[in-house]
DNA sequence: GGAAACTGAAACGGAACCGAAACAATTTGC
DNA sequence: GCAAATTGTTTCGGTTCCGTTTCAGTTTCC
């Protein structure tokens, strides 16, 4: 793939993000939902926060906001109170898995 | 490619996006730098509404916010006055290319 | 026990963004 | 010439996000 092709799958990918009336999610956002469903458990607001080299009340108010879309959950750590795990959801798992498809698909569409 | 892949893709194009201390484009910002770089011109304020199915205030604001990041510059269209015609710029040019580069980059990091 | 360290969340003020509506400037149609 | 239509911008009230700071709960280390 060159980069001419990326950067236009970039771009189709982006505009059926932004076209559908879903509400989007920031980039922030997205690295934080990818990193939960890729990188292997457990995940905690510590965690991510250094994996993406930002604050924690970024992580926190992104699971807020994530969590009210139930793509994700917390759950008290019961071995060590102080951690929050952030569990999978089915909800978030079909919403990564359809994004992944969705790339696929427009990548078939690409020109040569 | 499977998407799997394309979700790991994905992933490190985000974060490597996230992480960098620049200002990041929000999803609707992006894809409107991206359709101004890789489709013909001339853009206009209308046209870059109606091919992501937004508002015009949207494409407004996000000028204003990408021309002060000199990612983009504005002129009137000196045929229709009532018209601006959103021009490509060096900075952004670069912005994009290198957009570009890092996805392959990163395409060529991922594991089998 | 009790101080210190650590974790995630809440509070705060400021900035950016949103949709809807109102607006000024220009062109079109009669 | 002048009303109607078109274009991009601004304004309005409301929402969301930001970084910093502060806080409550938990664990660790003497």
Same mark, same amino acid.
């Given at each position: 793939m060159?980069?001419s092709?990326?950067?236009?799958?970039?771009?189709?990918?982006?505009?059926?993000?932004?076209? =559908? =009336?879903?509400?989007?999610?920031?980039?922030?956002?997205?690295?934080?939902?990818?990193?939960i469903?890729?990188?292997?458990?457990?995940?905690?607001?510590?965690?991510?926060?250094?994996r993406?080299?930002?604050?924690?009340?970024?992580?926190?108010?992104?699971?807020?906001t994530?969590?009210?879309l139930?793509?994700?959950?917390?759950?008290?750590?019961?071995? =060590?109170?102080?951690?929050?795990l952030?569990?999978?959801?089915?909800?978030?798992a079909?919403?990564?898995?359809?994004?992944?498809?969705?790339?696929?698909?427009k990548?078939?569409?690409?020109?040569?």
């Open positions: 060159r980069p092709q990326a950067l236009r799958l970039w771009q189709q990918v982006m505009l059926s993000q932004v076209r =559908d =009336d879903e509400p989007d999610l920031t980039m922030r956002q997205t690295a934080i939902l990818f990193t469903y890729l990188d292997p458990p457990p995940h905690t607001v510590r965690g991510l926060a250094a993406l080299n930002v604050t924690k009340p970024v992580i926190t108010r992104a699971l807020d994530m969590g009210a139930k793509l994700v959950s917390r759950h008290r750590d019961e071995l =060590d109170k102080r951690n929050v952030i569990r999978r959801t089915v909800e978030g079909l919403f990564v898995e359809r994004f992944g498809d969705g790339i696929i698909a990548a078939h569409e690409l020109p040569i």
